[in-house]
């Protein structure tokens, strides 16, 4: 399954490293008075036991209880200092995470935007969905609670370390002899977590692969009575994941006292190496109980650090991943200077000598193409499924650019023009409907700046106002999602209806008139008859009734023309015309004998 190839990367990765840094660069103000909060955080630490190791060998034998009065405030004041600290470093991280990750975010649509037709075609939507919410999500953890704060946790340690060593050196030794112990559960730890959380995350990602699929496909599933074979599959799944977690759980549970155990172990060591030299004169019971709420300070760093590796190692695996996404190249690129069209656009197209295969080794799908469509005039493109027709489409519209050849517009080449400026020229409506969530005004303009009685003239020249009127809101109606509340003919109509709006000089036409009733194409067919006047239009069929009365029909056959010529004509040659032709007239009265 593909979910289960997710690297998880390096626990550490110089250069991806310098690249999530430079994130950082816009906040380098509330970074530094992060680190700054954490750095006095670490020194407020070590007050409490400084004024404990004072209180006990000197307020005390002396029964000052001024001085000792006097170092319980110090001791409440360092505590309430300390909680404003940790407070504050805790705000300000979190804001620099939640501003990253908005910036990350922003920028990753902003590419997806820009990167063309190809790369969808290679890339599940589903994976490209995990890298702009968990993905980020990884790295927010990183810079809200991560980053930041493995140079607090280290330079408490530094910091505690060096005042034990200060305070008494052999002392010390005796707290630092259970370190490697806990190092190597730290490093047994940090190796069992790691493949317990991979696990998790596939089958978290094999659950919502089942759950989009067969959500997808509900219909499909209660139609042949699946629903008891699709319960057993996602209770399979739902256990392992479940099996997963408690692994995990099982790990933490194991770990956390661990650790507790050594350092307990520790404090042990301290009391009776302390306690024999305390005996002995050779130690204060105010240094030892220093000591002692020291090591218990000593162990919280380190617990920190392993999980801060694991979460660090996490994010090098999203991070490879989402610069993998930012790193795509736009295969489709806009012109450095774009050449405006003269105006008013003619919208003359010509396809001369084309090109094009979709990949580098492929085969060839389209072959020296050649062919001119005026204004005013239609042009129709028919053959079997495969031989090249929605490519050609495809590439007017420049979702790929030929690899030979040249697509001319008014005798500019198209890679010459800004894809915004060509796109408004062309009104398209396509076989695969796409319609957003939202009212049915806002699907026609698409938050274009045209006026509300332009999408309704739109929207009546097809007869789409047929059914709009019928709706409770009317063009205020909210469709669901891809709107499925309305059938299949009706989102055709209102998608035609949409190309329209912008009053396009190039009309393109991908089978659309495939999915609506006789009545309803009809209608279209009336429309089409009136809006092409004085514009460009090309059209692919696979019903070569609705282009009988095109000016020129191109036949397409393994991606090159192989006839050309009106419907009366090509009849007349008896070539492939006559026997589509044929064919759909036998196949159609086949049907209505039946």
Known sequence: MSQDEEPLGKAYDARLLRRLLAFLRPHWALTAGALLLLLAGSVLTLVGPRLTQHALDVAIPARDTGLLATLALLFLAALLLEFVADYAQALITTTIGQRVMVELRLRLFTHLQRLSIPFYDRHPVGRLMTRVTSDVETLNELFSSGLVTVFGDLFALVAIMSMMLLMDWRLALVAFAVVPLVWGVVTAFRRSVREA????????????????????????VQLFGRERVAYGEFDRLNREHLDAHLRSIRIYALFFPAVEFLATLALALLLWYGGLRTLGGTLTVGTLAAFIQ?????????????????????????????FELLDAPVTVREPDAPVPLAKPVRGEVRFDGVWFRYAEDGPWVLRDVSFTAAPGRTIALVGHTGAGKTTIISLLLRFYDPSRGRITIDGVDIRAVGTSELRRLIGFVQQDLFLFTGDILRNLVLDAPVAEEAARRSAARVGADRFIDRLPDGYRHVLGERGRSLSVGERQLLSFARALTLDPAILVLDEATSSVDAEAEAQIQAAIATLMTGRTSIVVAHRLSTILH?????????????????????????GLYQRLYELQIRGGEERRTA
């Open 550 to 574: 095109a000016d020129e029909i191109l036949v397409l056959h393994h991606g090159e023309i192989r006839e050309r010529g009106t419907h009366r004509q090509l009849l007349a040659a008896g």
């Open 294 to 322: 020291l090591s218990r300070r000593f162990f919280q760093p380190l617990q920190d650090l392993s999980e801060k590796v694991n979460l660090l190692q996490g994010a090098m695996a999203s991070s490879e991943r989402i």
């Open 197 to 220: 959380f991979r696990d998790i995350r596939v089958r978290v990602a094999r659950i919502n692969a089942f759950m989009q699929e067969h959500l997808s496909g509900m219909r499909i």
